[in-house]
């Protein structure tokens, strides 16, 4: 990077960084507000200093008397009363910074990455071309740089060694985008060879290598021209991208020439069907990518924008953890084997967005290495979006240990042995997406692509001559899908790297103290539920002994007495107790359950349309309607569905029984979702925050029950079944439970609010309570 700075020592991403995430964040109650003013106004201060010294000598068009004028004063004037307007209604958007918030992938953001925001957005850098971006541009090549560190990419600076394949990363405006790429690149990729060996066979220019020989991915030496289709799209990845610097090294063939050449046989100028068509019986079947049932909606979207078409996307079935299954991946392959259909990429999900599962990774690996011996490869992807940062906790320090480092156990844990294996493998993998607006705490837009081999962003290039002068000028623009983009993400990435370096001490800190916030949590709603409660709660985790076939009971009842029960410094001084903390709940800290309620007798309910229609209440109760106050929610949390289409019959007809409704028809499932990203211990000398959430999450199964409870009897009072309930029908069902006349007519008073003769679901459920209260209170209570 020396070689494009001109002065000073440059920025950098490497060292100790700090060790102090109470000075990382605004703070839920803005401790931090005053440094962070000040920080702010120190911006703004250096920013204008910048504009007054450069050429100072030029004119001055904002006068000090153009400023009395009338107008400047009116426009003045407009400008404060609309944002003070602005500022008035923001104050309605979600409270993420709050330990009350457990709903979507959003927390507080860092105070390094907003002023690095902040400072950067106020130069509006382009990142497109260094030309618009003479700054940013330099700190995102170094930005990728670490990313790539972090996610297990070696760089030749840290030892790798010069002849190692060198890792790129750069980024994006979101995990979207990244993924889409990472399809496109894997795409282009697959069908290169075959490209070339049209190009060597029809053009004079690379006439030279028409001799080129290449490795299969089963190990045979071959002439690349005279492969056929089917061996040439199962080239190894870094087989086909040393191919260009190959003809250059070998046969002395200018990349230049070698790009002109290409240009007239690559999928980029002839398109997938003109391409298809030229490969005539060499193709039989059309190519595909496999992804999880837990896939992000970007792999679709890349299957559309590519013209790979979503009927080549093939779902992979989960198991019962909401992970690929490796029986029903390597079914799936040895199927696209036998029928001779390439396979672009496998898509693995480090960190699903619904459960924070973690793909099998290491097992993916190992399967292509087996399937290649066949004749089968693919390049593989991991989706990391949320779950990339997770991978700083394996991360070492860069400098000496802190003298003020905590020596006893401190309220933090790492991952399981399940997780940690897999993000151990990340470094293996081709692609990773990764995003420091999830769970690297940065501002939007900040997603990120990084390949293991830097040549891979060569698969994707348009090199516009109006944006690119030369091989000297640096950029990073040309390797993506966007266009212009802000520099000052690129900035708030830098900033928030070089204050919390993606270390163990650093982000890692930041992830162990959150994963311990939601395995307690994890706990807490395993055991929320009384004896005499009438619901149950049950996470979508599966507890160990579960898992591995051992005492379920047992264990859940040392979850009650060793981990939910005691104090916080009974829990760390209890070495059991930490240890089997790690191997709880989810892969990551994205925590999705469902409540199911009980019958008066005590039996579950064993209907999914119910148990769906109770968690959907609950979620009601717990979500920011669109202009509501936001003050009056004391927890806020999110919902999705699981349903078989997507994750398979293993997986919902498990949780189905776990939740006691597997006899029902039906095979969606609505689940509750809470994700911990806070680093802060739950416990307080003001109390505890876990107590207030227990106490939250059970009075909105109480009132979402009592909703449930009344609905239930105005479904039975609607014979008809029309949504409505008229006086006929009301009259026959307060009859036949011993309600008089007179009680009828005061029903119809109470809840007949818009007086048309007839009640409505929501008038029911608004005044139907208060009638039976006043019944209650003044004897005549009946059975309803």
Known sequence: MKQYLQFGDGPFLKGAGTRAPEAWFLGPKAENADELERLIVEAIRDHSFWRRNFHPQDPTHITEQSKRHPAYLHAMDSLKDNFRSLMSFLKKSVPFFSDRYQGHMNWDTSIPSVLGYFAAMLYNPNNVAFEGSTATTILEMIVGDDLCRMLGYPLPDDGAGEQAVRPWGHITCGGTVANIEAIWSARNLKFYPLSLRDALKSEPSLAAARELVVTTCDGRRALLGALDAWSLLNLKVDEILALPARLTQEYGIPSDTITAAMAGHSLQHLGIQELYRRCGADLPC????????????????????????????????????????????????????????????VVSVVGSTEESAVDPLKGILELRHRFQKEGLSFTVHADAAWGGYFASILRPDEGPRAKDAPSGPAAEIGMSRYVTAQLSALGRADSITVDPHKSGYVPYPAGALCYRNSAMRDMVTFKAPYIVHGDAEPTVGIYGLEGSKPGAAVAAVYLSHKVIRPTRSGYGQLHRKALFNCKRFYARLLCLARPEDRFVIVPVPRLPAEIGGGDAESELQFIRERINKPSLEELLADPEAMALLPELGPDQNILTYAVNFKHPDGSINTSLDMMNRLNKAIYDLLSIAPGDDIYHYRMIVSTTDFSEEHYGKIFIEDYKRRLGVSASPGSTVTVLRSTMMAPWLLESPEGSILDVLEIELRDAIFKAMMRDSMLQVFEEIDTNRDGTLDVAEIMAKFREKGFQDGDIDEFLQVCDVDRNGSVSVSEFLGAFSHFLVKAKLSGREAKV
């Not at 590519?306 to 390597?330: K, Y």
Request: hydrophobic share 45%; charged share 20%; with cysteine.
């Open 286 to 345: 059309s190519p595909v990518f496999l992804v999880p049932a837990t896939k992000h909606y970007s792999f679709p979207k890349a299957a559309a924008v590519l013209g790979i078409g979503s009927a080549n996307v093939l779902d992979i079935p989960v198991d019962c953890d909401a992970r690929m299954s490796l029986s029903a991946l390597e079914a799936t392959l040895k199927r696209c084997l036998d029928e001779r259909r390439p396979v672009y990429t």
